[in-house]
């Protein structure tokens, strides 16, 4: 039997016997000192099955207080490969929930522990090969993470470059067989759509809109198998996250689209860019709700969803044509017109005299209304002066 199996059917095995009150039987499986009750049996039982059950619900905080609450009772088992098993996986998730909060720097501490030891370990069990090469993957996503939050992007793309690398040896080593292939896949191809939308918009920002287009090009291939994957996949929190990062690669898309109407071809706010403005934020209002719905590792993905939405309103107030805009260009507007209009007055009319004057007026009057439309109200002194030179009708 492999080590994954060998271990995940003594506590499942153990468990079982807790929950029919066979504590003997499930001391005997465990290694457990026969001077504990069957009180903290339960406790342990309930503790570490609650715990991983939140794990998979993607609730960290919840689940490390009952799995440690769970490993102050395994933890005198005298079964040490068993013991590390747990305590391995209880680290790694203290790992996951420090890079959600942004602590990548301590969580590459525990992620390299863990890839290390399965490492040592896939030596000896060949079934944990495709696990030590996920764990090493980790490790260089957690570097990636911290260059980017020292914003050494250079750094950062050399380290998620090779935990692509890793992520695809990983590929190479999953069993078809295998009851979480559907899973393991739909991580491996979340990975690479994720990799090139992160620095996609890194380029967007940098309004390096050529590389943005080349990274989400890239890109494209994958999003129909892994939208097909994720209808293999039962509902969940590590399901949620995925369907996040395909809206944040569809909204960086539309971002560059806009991002190239406004920019590149000076296009005006139309109904075509509405339209994707629209789109981007129905998107992200929709994945910040399943990035709420994934848990603890879906609030960091919070953070960034609501930085989009402001980069959104942004560009569109930034779009939108504003009332005062042809204020600003109204004085010259004026002048061109009243020039013009008496132009064209001397040079057929030719007239002198009151009419002279009475003409002069109306054509400042004609220019003020075309420069300022209704804000040519406040010149009403000059319609009265204007009413009293008019000659009147005898």
């Known amino acids: ?18 929950r029919k009150k066979e504590y003997v039987e499930a001391k005997a499986i465990l290694s457990l000192p026969d001077e504990l009750s069957g009180t903290e049996l339960d406790s342990m039982t309930k503790s570490l099955s609650k715990g991983f059950e939140l794990v998979i619900d993607g609730m ?21 490969e068993l013991v590390l098993f747990v305590r391995r996986d209880i680290e790694y998730y203290e790992g996951l929930l420090l890079l959600s909060k942004g602590e990548a720097n301590r969580a590459i501490d525990i992620f390299e522990r863990s ?14 090969v495709p696990l030590a090469i996920y764990r090493r993957a980790i490790v260089y996503i957690a570097e990636g993470r911290a260059a980017m939050s020292s914003y050494d992007i250079d750094l950062a793309e050399s380290k998620l470059g090779q935990a692509l690398n890793q992520i695809e040896k990983f590929e190479e080593s999953i069993d078809v067989n295998d009851p979480d292939y559907h899973m393991n896949m739909a991580e491996i191809y979340d990975f690479r759509v994720g990799f090139q939308t992160i620095f ?24 129909s198998p892994m939208e097909e994957l994720l209808t293999k996949i039962k509902s969940g929190s590590i399901k949620y996250l995925y369907e996040v990062d395909l809206l944040f690669y569809r909204t960086v898309c539309d971002l560059h689209t806009i991002y190239k109407h406004m920019i ?25 709700e399943l990035a709420i719905k994934a848990g603890t590792r879906g609030k960091m993905l919070v953070r960034s969803i609501e930085s989009l939405q402001i980069l959104r309103n942004n560009l569109f107030a930034s779009a939108k044509p504003h009332r005062g805009e042809f204020g600003r260009f109204s004085g010259l507007i004026s002048l061109i017109s009243i020039i013009a209009l008496l132009i064209i007055i001397h040079l057929t009319i030719q007239p002198a005299g009151v009419n002279a004057t009475v003409i002069f007026l109306g054509a400042m009057i004609v220019s003020l209304v075309v420069g300022f439309g209704y804000g040519a109200i406040r010149f009403s002194s000059l319609l009265s002066i204007y009413s009293k030179v008019v000659p009147s009708e005898k």
Request: charged fraction near 30%; proline fraction near 3%.
């Open 60 to 80: 960290l905080i919840e689940a490390l207080k009952h799995l440690n609450d769970g490993w102050d009772i395994l933890r005198c088992s005298t079964d040490t």
């Open 200 to 223: 996609a918009s890194y380029n967007l920002s940098l309004l390096n809109l050529d590389n943005a287009e080349a990274r989400l090009n890239l890109v494209q291939p994958y999003i």
């Open 264 to 288: 590149v071809e000076r296009s005006p706010l139309n109904e075509d860019l509405i339209d994707k403005f629209t789109v981007v934020r129905d998107n992200l209002e929709k994945a910040r």
């Open 1 to 18: 039997m492999n080590y994954l199996s060998k271990n995940v059917e003594k506590l499942d095995s153990a468990f079982e016997l807790v």
């Open 115 to 128: 890839a290390d030891e399965i490492e040592d370990l896939a030596i000896q069990y060949p079934d944990l």
